[in-house]
């Protein structure tokens, strides 16, 4: 999954906003969270696009028979088949899609059926007015970082960093959603280690690049995504957040220049805490001549002297955590863990 072309995108759509016709809210960045409404089964969830297209119809087919396995019924965004260039449509259609979700009184949670790019073009279409007014649940990650930061900015709104609805669900995944969203239970995110006939277990492994525990809201996602966000209204404050990561597809000399982004841009000299999970498919093309990313946390994280480390079970593998992203949680970075210190329902 490649992104740079949708960052520069961004930037052109953000100064170009007024003449496309595009509103960004007048809400101010939110400092508080709001919890979203309670699910159970047989409630109807709405399945929506805000990002690429899907390339088939067999993959919305399966992520609706995945979502009627967990026990709801299932609406589809009107648009949900519409094609745009690499868009699930029209900015206005896919923007309307989520809008018209959390409106209508029968869906109790919006689902994204996949990232890919494009969901940043959205953020200024959005109502965050009815967003806060009719606070549901919202799953999905990668491009849906975009949805999560701009929802928390602009409304508080706890959403949720998982599974999109086209992603994989298996055993954990499965296990994950329940407790979170039926049980409601406060889940502790620790690696689920993979023994193999090696003498040494590495998979799923955790590092520590900062020993210590720290609590905070916990906000974040996809590094690129997020990265793009920065200088726009739809990014929150970052003061004594709990910050979490992941990436695909990156070569390690763009992770050091949109983690220095974050720098710049003084995010990091607030946090109070920092988890990156996975950088599937990010190694270098050569092995001359790049950081890698232990020296670029080595660089940008280590001097804070915050509690940190990377290996969790977040980003673009099978099995990953869901997340609440504007939920309060605690972290113990020596022990490559964090817990839910607050219920979100």
């Not at 088949?81 to 900015?91: K, P, Q, S, V, Y």
């Not at 966000?229 to 990156?250: H, N, T």
């Amino acid at each position: 999954m490649k992104k740079r072309d949708f960052i520069k995108s961004l930037g052109w759509g953000l100064a170009f906003a007024p003449t496309m016709g595009w509103s960004a809210s007048s809400t101010q960045n939110n400092t508080s969270s709001i919890l979203p409404q309670p699910l159970k089964k047989g409630d109807w969830v709405g399945l929506v696009s805000p990002s690429a297209a899907t390339s088939e119809r067999i993959l919305i087919t399966f992520a609706v028979e995945a979502l009627e396995a967990l026990g709801f019924k299932v609406m589809q965004g009107k648009n949900l088949f519409n094609r745009r260039g690499h868009l699930a449509g029209t900015d206005q259609e896919r923007a309307g899609d989520v809008n018209e979700m959390f409106l209508n009184p029968d869906i109790k949670a919006v689902i994204c059926i996949r990232g890919g790019s494009g969901a940043a073009r959205i953020l200024p279409l959005l109502d965050y007015d009815a967003i806060r007014n009719n606070p549901k649940p919202l799953l999905g990650y990668s491009d849906i970082t975009a949805l999560h930061m701009a929802i928390y900015a602009k409304t508080g709104l706890v959403t949720f960093h998982g599974p999109n609805g086209t992603g994989s669900w298996n055993k954990f995944n499965v296990n994950q959603f329940e407790q979170m969203f039926f049980e409601k239970n406060k889940l502790v995110y620790e690696n689920e280690l993979e023994e193999t006939d090696d003498l040494v277990i590495k998979k799923n492994r955790t590092q520590t690049i900062f020993p210590g525990t720290a609590e905070g809201t916990l906000v974040g996602g996809n590094l690129t995504v997020l990265s793009g966000l920065a200088g726009s209204p739809f990014l929150p404050d970052f003061e004594d957040k709990i910050l979490f990561l992941e990436d695909i597809g990156e070569e390690p000399y763009r992770i050091d220049r949109m983690m220095s982004t974050l720098q710049l841009m003084g995010a990091l000299n607030k946090i109070k805490g920092f988890v990156f999970g996975y950088c599937t498919d990010c190694s270098p093309s050569s092995g001359y001549g790049n950081l890698n990313l232990d020296q670029i946390f080595e660089d940008f994280i280590l001097p804070l002297k915050i509690p940190a480390y990377r290996g969790a079970m977040i980003g673009h593998e099978a099995k990953q955590f869901i997340l609440p992203v504007g939920g309060e949680v605690a972290m113990d970075a020596g022990a490559g863990k964090f817990w839910m210190t607050s219920h979100v329902f």
